[in-house]
């Protein structure tokens, strides 16, 4: 029986070696890659700490946020900060904020060692809560003195922060020298513009959205931010780039218009007025009873005043002296005309400068300089702001006629009863004065109508910006601003899915090509497949690949009867030599269906495997009286090895034979 081979070969074993080679190389490196991304996403996700404290005039406040890379789409910023306060457990109080707090301020703690740190310590054994143990190390601590440090002495100040670094040194957080400092108005304002923004969510955005404007009312200073087209004032320009997206800042502080320095300037106002000619013996501790307009029937306190002296010096000046001052006993009485009054004194500069003529406050805005450029656009009004319309009730969409009105019904009950009337809270006596002075520094004092503010909420505040853009700093020396924009694309988990999937199929393929070399005793066997056409001599069919399916014929046994594939053998026949195969028996029909075993038979039909193809069968043609017995009895399939060392192919021997 003659034999015939596929003249298309495969390409020779070198050839296939390097295809395997590049398939693993590949499977390799993209799962490589894969494990970089995830390990990349997980590192990310870890994030960093960060602790910032806020020494303002009327305390000290701690804020401990945590910064980590959350991608978005369609933004250049991928920080995501979140503020940790949850498990601050506080007494129940009317206080507008939710945070961790110590008073006075830093600035009536001056040459107080003791005191210094009773303010400190605390704030630092909160924020360790805050943080798990193992980040410790890791968390940055900042210290930034705003209004109430600014305006003493070099020396008194130097003094703060020198001691409040021996403080701090000893936390178990990262902190250096340069992190415990005084900040000028306009950084804190362009903190606050930060926040705003970035809470808002439109910091970083593509394409770009308008900004909003900040108005930050604190406890001795306003800070004004916006963004303008163009560079309006050298003194009061910055420029902001966030990811790709570039800002031009105005901004810029107004010293003497936070609530409680606004209070003050009243104070002095009315001292001023009623004793210009009267001397006043501070040493002597006599105190001077000063009547006031914005304080409730029955109300009567001591009052330290720092600023008021007889001989007309600048309020700025005398708020220097730090705890000395004039010793008054202020007595309400109330007057809403005369509060309203004195509110716009509070807000027009003129009053308290050095300027040659009174300003007209309906002319232009009477709060600010010459110099300094007209706030426009659509502004955020918080902290002292959302510090007001809380006290009263109000919501965001309140307006400042509606601030009025509740202002006034406040002022015209008795203290007992105002007092009273609201949770325990610092400064109540204050808001009889407060609700029309930033009803009047708004609009007399900035020229900002109604319709241009949004009270913001009591989330926002300028130590959020700080964490924010020390975040930035952080990751983007760690990772770089082109890793951060590349593992935003790499990141994406269609993309790791898909990186995956495409990992998964050249391995496939190269365990495929890796499968043509195995040897076959590895590989599954197939039994013979039978044409329909009679042939005198063998025929051979090559089947290019395991994977290609053919349609199974069964087998004519002479006559007229079926055999199928496997070969079945008639009940009573001899036993086939390749009997250590799996056998099914079924006594009805008395057919035993036999799987070929691996071992050699006996017989005149050798049986042996080609290292390529799925056998040849060749048959002696001298013996087939011996092979086909003339009562059917049973039929031998077998294999011979080829002699070919070129036959590559996936062939299969099959036979149709003719009883004579």
């Known amino acids: ?82 503020s940790l306060r949850d498990s601050f457990h506080k007494k129940p109080s009317g206080r507008a904020y939710d945070r961790m707090e110590t008073e006075p301020g830093l600035d009536k703690l001056v040459r107080n060692v003791s005191a210094l740190h009773k303010a400190l310590k605390p704030l630092l054994r909160w924020a360790k809560k805050q943080i798990p143990l193992s980040s410790h190390k890791s968390t940055s601590l900042f210290l930034y003195a705003t209004a109430g440090v600014r305006r003493l002495s070099v020396t008194d100040s130097q003094w703060l922060l020198d001691n409040a670094w021996s403080v701090l040194k000893d936390s178990p957080f990262v902190c250096t020298r340069d992190w415990v400092k ?70 810029y502080s107004l010293p003497g218009y936070g609530l409680n320095e606004a209070f003050g300037k009243s104070v002095v106002y009315l001292f001023r007025k009623d004793f210009r000619s009267v001397h006043v013996d501070v040493a002597s501790g006599t105190s ?46 109330p007057n809403w005309e005369e509060c309203s009054a004195l509110a716009k004194v509070a807000v027009n500069l003129s009053e308290w400068s050095d300027l040659g003529a009174a300003l007209d406050c309906g002319a232009q ?64 006596e204050q808001y009889c004065f407060r609700a029309p002075y930033i009803a009047s520094l708004l609009r007399e004092g900035l020229h900002i109508n109604d319709n241009q503010i949004t009270v913001g909420s009591g989330n926002i505040t300028w130590t959020l910006g700080v964490a924010l853009l020390e975040a930035g700093k952080a990751f983007s020396t760690r990772y770089g601003l082109r890793d951060l924009e590349f593992f ?38 197939y039994l013979p497949i039978s044409r329909h056409n009679s042939v005198s001599g063998a025929s051979v069919l090559n089947i290019p690949s395991p994977f290609r399916f053919q349609r199974w014929s069964p087998m004519s046994s002479g006559d007229g009867k079926l055999k199928m594939p496997l070969s079945p053998k008639i009940a009573g026949s001899q036993e086939s ?35 390529n193809s799925l056998g040849q069968m060749q048959f002696d043609s001298g013996n087939m009286s011996a092979f086909w017995s003339p009562h059917r009895s049973q039929m031998r399939l077998q294999s011979r090895r080829s002699q070919s060392r070129e036959d590559l192919n996936s062939s299969l021997a099959e036979v149709h034979l003719v009883k004579p």
């Open 1 to 82: 029986m003659s034999s015939s081979l596929d003249p298309t070969q495969p390409s020779s074993s070198p050839h296939k070696c390097l295809k395997l080679l590049l398939y693993l190389a590949s499977f390799i490196f993209l799962t490589y890659l894969f494990f970089l991304l995830l390990y990349s996403y997980w590192n990310h996700g870890s994030g960093k700490y960060y602790v910032v404290l806020d020494c303002g005039s009327t305390g000290t406040r701690v804020y401990v946020y945590h910064a980590s890379i959350r991608f978005k789409r369609h933004s250049s910023l991928p920080i995501a900060l979140k």
């Open 182 to 251: 005084i900040i000028s108005g306009p950084e804190e304002a362009y903190f606050g513009w930060i926040a705003l923004n970035y809470d808002s969510g439109i910091l970083g955005v593509r394409p770009r959205k308008a900004t909003y404007g900040a108005l930050d009312l604190g406890g001795s200073s306003l800070q004004v931010t916006f963004e303008s087209d163009q560079q309006l004032n050298t003194e009061t320009s910055l420029y902001v780039r966030i990811g790709s997206v570039s800002h031009h800042l105005t901004a």
């Open 288 to 333: 001077i009873e000063l009547k006031h307009p914005c304080l409730q029937d029955g109300f009567r306190e001591e009052y330290l005043c720092s600023q008021c002296s007889p001989d007309g010096k600048d309020w700025k000046e005398l708020g220097r002296v730090g705890g000395f001052g004039t010793p008054l006993v202020l007595v309400g009485a």
């Open 365 to 428: 805005p009477c709060a600010l300089r010459d110099n300094l450029p007209r706030p426009y656009g659509h502004f955020y009004v918080i902290s002292g702001f959302y510090v007001v319309y809380r006290f009263f009730n109000l919501t965001s969409e309140a307006t400042l006629d509606d601030v009025l009105a509740k202002g006034r019904d406040f002022c015209e009950k008795r203290w007992d009863v105002a007092k009273t009337s609201v949770a325990p809270q610092p400064f109540i």
């Open 488 to 525: 935003h694309i790499k990141i994406s988990p269609l993309v790791l899915v898909l990186i995956l999937l495409l990992s998964f199929i050249l391995l496939l393929c190269a365990l495929s090509c890796f499968g043509n070399w195995m040897p076959r005793i590895f590989r599954r066997q």
């Open 577 to 611: 030599p390749f009997g250590l195969g799996r056998s099914l028996q079924r006594n009805s029909g008395g057919i035993e269906l036999m799987e070929s075993s691996l071992y050699p038979s006996a017989s005149n039909v050798s049986h042996s495997y080609s290292s």
